[in-house]
Nanobody, 131 residues
């Protein structure tokens, strides 16, 4: 059974840091693409950071570049999102996702519909940043 379990969310003040973790019980093929997505009420789900093939390629949405780092530990089947210098606009529900694609570039293509690549989703972890 495929399972993605996130943890590490919480409430912090602006300027603070959090590290999200996602333990994945997914076979390697089904997790060739992995990523973190953010959902805010009233807005579309947004790809925050995605990664492919063990870190060979990564994507960050412009608003988090230089502040967030996505990484993975294959030995622990865990995906991470280190978030520094948090801002109130980073507030949202963060979801871990895993999937596969015929081309590595699809994993990190922000113009792709997420559900076309990412077939497995976690339950989400809430991040709240106060000013």
């Amino acid at each position: 059974q495929v399972q993605l379990v996130e943890s590490g969310g919480g409430s912090v003040q602006a300027g603070g840091s959090l590290t999200l973790s996602c333990v994945a019980s997914v076979d390697r093929y089904s997790s060739a693409c992995m990523g973190w997505f953010r959902q805010v009420p009233g807005k579309e789900r947004e790809g925050v950071a995605t990664i492919a093939s063990g870190g060979s390629v990564a994507f960050y949405v412009d608003s988090v570049k230089g502040r967030f780092t996505i990484s993975q530990d294959n030995a622990k089947n865990t995906l991470y999102l280190r978030m520094n210098s948090l801002k109130p606009e980073d507030t949202g529900m963060y979801y871990c996702a895993a999937g596969s694609a015929p081309f590595v570039s699809w994993c990190v293509d922000p113009h792709r519909i997420p559900d076309d690549v990412y077939k497995y989703w976690g339950q989400g972890t809430q991040v709240t940043v106060s000013s």
